[in-house]
């Protein structure tokens, strides 16, 4: 959140406060993730998985 001068309000939609998920659902998608190898299952037949490597070059001239 930006720092707003005093006096003003700001609302956050309900839908955008922060929740702190429940460690027992936190656990279940852990376990979930496990047992289905990593896909996550988007609905409509369709799921996904993200995964690989990250490489980086960098070239510096003086």
């Known amino acids: ?3 707003v001068p ?3 309000q700001v609302q956050v939609p ?5 929740r702190p998920q ?7 998608r852990q ?10 299952d988007l609905g409509n037949g369709t799921q996904v998985r993200v995964g690989g490597g990250v ?3 960098a070239l510096g001239r003086r």
């Open 22 to 28: 429940d460690r027992r659902a936190q656990a279940e």
């Open 31 to 40: 376990n979930s993730l496990k047992a289905n190898q990593g896909f996550i």
């Open 55 to 57: 490489r980086a070059e």
């Open 6 to 8: 005093p006096g003003v």
């Open 14 to 18: 309900p839908e955008c406060r922060d």
């Open 1 to 3: 959140m930006p720092d």
